[in-house]
């Protein structure tokens, strides 16, 4: 268990909806990370919030956002879904700096229909 | 500009021999490298990293890697596989650049 927790588990909706997906970090972790996991595109970073703020943006649509709260959790919202959006979504916590490692949440698979 | 490769997509290797999953990279500055390892269904497992020191990193599972500065790889090994091992790796230069990652399969 590395204590990052992600809900839902599984979530399946249709193309056009909307979903929100959320992630607690381990207890102490400022820095949030969320990827992107399909079959054929390995793992792609999205973005990165440290202590409520945006730090770092990578592939991430314009559909979709996030944020992080004053209690450190935080949430993927992806709009107009489309059937490509079907992927594991992973929300990893790091201690600040470089140097050190990060842990994964078990993950949302979402499919869109 | 970072970047990481891993150069295979998949290693096989039968049980109780070595085995090594590649990683190569290319930073302007020190490196900080990592190893990550996905069991099916789960979410990506800490194995371990290179800061500085040492080119031989130990980590969990009896696993290790050795960083080479000159050939700039960073190749995970282990003297002895175990079925058990048969996974994703996925090798990472600093927080936010993976590799496309290598399956490895361990037959018995």
């Known amino acids: 268990d590395s204590g990052v927790t992600q809900t839902p588990k599984h979530l399946i909706t249709a193309t056009g909806q909307r979903v929100t997906l959320r992630c607690s970090p381990r207890?102490?972790?400022?820095?949030v990370y969320w990827y992107q996991q399909s079959l054929d595109q390995g793992l792609q970073f999205l973005i990165q919030?440290?202590?409520?703020?945006?730090?770092a943006k990578g592939n991430i649509l314009e559909r979709f956002s996030a944020q992080q709260f004053p209690d450190l959790h935080s949430e993927l919202n992806l709009s107009s879904l489309e059937l490509g959006d079907s992927a594991l979504y992973f929300c990893?916590?790091?201690?600040?700096?470089?140097?050190?490692?990060?842990?994964f949440g078990p993950g949302t698979r979402l499919t869109v229909t | 500009a970072q970047s990481v490769a891993q150069p295979e997509d998949q290693v096989n290797v039968a049980e109780g021999n070595p085995l090594t999953v590649k990683c190569t990279y290319s930073?302007?500055?020190?490196?900080?490298l990592f190893w990550y390892v996905q069991y099916p269904n789960r979410g990506l497992q800490f194995l371990l990293k290179?800061?500085?020191?040492?080119?031989l990193v130990k980590g969990s599972y009896g696993f290790e890697a050795e960083f080479n500065k000159s050939q700039t790889s960073f190749h995970l090994k282990k003297p002895s596989a175990l079925v058990s091992d048969s996974a994703l790796y996925f090798c990472?230069?600093?927080?936010?650049?993976f590799g496309t990652g290598t399956r490895l399969q361990v037959f018995p």
């Open positions: 990893a916590s790091s201690i600040a700096g470089e140097t050190y490692e990060q842990y």
């Open positions: 207890s102490g972790d400022l820095s």
């Open positions: 919030y440290y202590n409520g703020e945006e730090r």
């Open positions: 930073v302007s500055g020190n490196p900080y």
């Open positions: 290179y800061i500085t020191g040492d080119n």
């Open positions: 990472a230069v600093g927080k936010l650049i």
